[in-house]
């Protein structure tokens, strides 16, 4: 007979599995994630309120992605006004120019091509710098430092992310039209004011808000996804460089859901 020696710990029993195991970390992640958002929603009301954090998180994002939206904005307007020449060419109506590029950048590509380039400019940053900070222990550090490090980290950069990615949005969409009246100028020789003029006609109010809208939703989900990556990271440098990869492709496959979402929404109201 064996005898066992009552220090002797019994052998760990393997975790019941609920699903399976993929499906138990697919449902568990959802839930990390919901209470993510709720601690969010939590601390973006309770002082103290860092605001030298949020204005500097402001500049970083927004001031400094000014080149890239600069230039990717003025493209957008030029490619698509070239596109869309020959098609009303043929039944001769490139006098709508105006109007159908203005619809379609004010509607769509405005929003969608900001939050893309947010996606992957801001998300990896996010993602790569809070990450870093978790796997040097930084995080820890400020906690003991009675720093609360979740309110000074997450919630400045997810409210940053809201506000910034709706006025860079403002921004692409006033240098794509641009783009698009030195294009239209170029081929037809309209003017700036007759341009203008049929590009405001066309939109409207509803067109204005629901971009605006978008945008910070689209704000909000690169910000918490960057913010839950980097602040969930492990695995030393490895874990960064994940924690960076997965906030882009993760934030963009967000981003497309929620405009197809939206866009059945806006439909039905318009």
Request: aromatic residues 12%; hydrophobic residues 50%.
């Given at each position: 007979?064996?005898?066992?020696?009552?220090?002797?710990?019994?052998?760990?029993?393997?975790?019941?599995?609920?699903?399976?195991?993929?499906?138990?970390?697919?449902?568990?992640?959802?839930?990390?994630?919901?209470?993510?958002?709720?601690?969010?929603?939590?601390?973006?009301?309770?002082?103290?309120?860092?605001?030298?954090?949020?204005?500097?998180?402001?500049?970083?994002?927004?001031?400094?992605?000014?080149p890239?939206?600069?230039?990717?904005?003025?493209?957008?307007?030029?490619?698509?006004?070239?596109?869309?020449?020959?098609?009303?060419?043929?039944?001769?109506?490139?006098?709508?120019?105006?109007?159908?590029?203005?619809?379609?950048?004010?509607?769509?590509?405005?929003?969608?091509?900001?939050?893309?380039?947010?996606?992957?400019?801001?998300?990896?940053?996010?993602?790569?710098?809070?990450?870093?900070?978790?796997?040097?222990?930084?995080?820890?550090?400020?906690?003991?430092?009675?720093?609360?490090?979740?309110?000074?980290?997450?919630?400045?950069?997810?409210?940053?992310?809201?506000?910034?990615i709706?006025?860079?949005?403002?921004?692409?969409?006033?240098?794509?039209?641009?783009?698009?009246?030195?294009?239209?100028?170029?081929?037809?020789?309209?003017?700036?004011t007759?341009?203008?003029?049929?590009?405001?006609?066309?939109?409207?109010?509803?067109?204005?808000?629901?971009?605006?809208?978008?945008s910070?939703?689209?704000?909000?989900?690169?910000?918490?996804?960057?913010?839950?990556?980097?602040?969930?990271?492990?695995?030393?440098t490895?874990?960064?460089?994940?924690?960076?990869?997965?906030?882009?492709?993760?934030?963009?496959?967000?981003?497309?859901?929620?405009?197809?979402?939206?866009?059945?929404?806006?439909?039905?109201?318009?």
């Amino acid at each position: 007979m064996k005898f066992h020696n009552e220090d002797e710990k019994p052998p760990r029993r393997p975790r019941a599995q609920v699903i399976s195991r993929r499906m138990d970390r697919v449902f568990t992640e959802l839930a990390n994630i919901a209470a993510f958002i709720g601690r969010f929603f939590r601390e973006v009301f309770l002082p103290p309120y860092e605001f030298k954090e949020i204005i500097r998180q402001c500049f970083e994002i927004g001031v400094k992605s000014l080149p890239l939206i600069s230039l990717t904005g003025f493209i957008i307007g030029i490619v698509f006004m070239n596109q869309s020449r020959p098609s009303l060419a043929e039944f001769g109506a490139t006098s709508w120019l105006p109007s159908l590029v203005s619809l379609a950048i004010v509607r769509a590509l405005a929003p969608l091509v900001t939050a893309l380039i947010g996606a992957g400019r801001i998300g990896s940053m996010i993602g790569a710098e809070l990450g870093s900070m978790k796997v040097t222990e930084q995080i820890e550090a400020m906690e003991v430092s009675a720093t609360n490090p979740f309110k000074f980290l997450v919630v400045s950069r997810v409210l940053a992310t809201t506000f910034m990615i709706p006025a860079l949005m403002m921004y692409t969409m006033l240098v794509a039209l641009l783009g698009a009246y030195l294009n239209v100028n170029a081929n037809e020789g309209t003017s700036f004011t007759t341009y203008f003029t049929q590009v405001f006609d066309a939109i409207t109010f509803l067109d204005i808000f629901s971009s605006v809208l978008k945008s910070s939703l689209f704000g909000f989900t690169i910000g918490v996804v960057g913010c839950y990556k980097g602040y969930h990271s492990s695995k030393g440098t490895e874990g960064v460089g994940k924690a960076a990869n997965s906030s882009v492709v993760t934030a963009m496959f967000l981003v497309f859901i929620e405009e197809l979402l939206s866009l059945q929404v806006i439909t039905a109201l318009r």
